[in-house]
């Protein structure tokens, strides 16, 4: 049994396909909801819609952690040859550096919610904006990691081992 749980599939996994991308799915989604809902309720006076943003960053906030915890458990299997390099150290520098980014506009929120929660002020909606471009520049470096580069696909796994790629 302990064989099985430590040893590698056709993917270089310990399962059967990369957890990452799915976790990593629910972050991006909550962060870009949470910013939509904060224009929409800003714009048109809805502040009902502060609450859901506020809930949708809780959420992000947690699981961005679990999202990088599995990112950097896989990054580590993935056998990343030498073209692929450098977008990985930006992908995973970017990502560490949005964990302290969305923790810390939550917290902001959280301060935010509790002294008025009817309202919110214009910084914070540019504070949203400028997470939501680089979620997008994250996004980006993530779609070439996987359909640029095919990190975790087996033809490249294949190549890496045969040598064909350094």
Known sequence: ?????????????????????????????MVLFSFFCDLIGYLAGKPRLFEVSWWNMCVATIAIF??????????????????????????????????????SITAWRYVLRTRNPQKLPIHYLAAGLLLTIIVGVQVYLGDQLVWVYGLHTVPVLEAVKDGILP
């Not at 302990?2 to 629910?26: A, M, Q």
């Not at 599995?70 to 299997?77: K, N, P, S």
């Not at 692929?84 to 520098?93: A, D, E, I, R």
């Open 1 to 29: 049994m302990l064989e099985s749980l430590t040893s590698l599939n056709d993917h270089n996994l310990p399962y059967p396909d990369t957890l990452h991308p799915i976790v990593v799915h629910f972050v991006i989604a």
């Open 66 to 103: 679990v999202a990088i915890i599995f990112g950097q458990f896989e990054a580590g299997l993935a056998k990343p040859y030498n073209l692929v390099k450098s977008v990985l150290n930006y992908h995973t520098l970017i990502g560490w550096s949005l964990s302290g980014i969305i923790a």
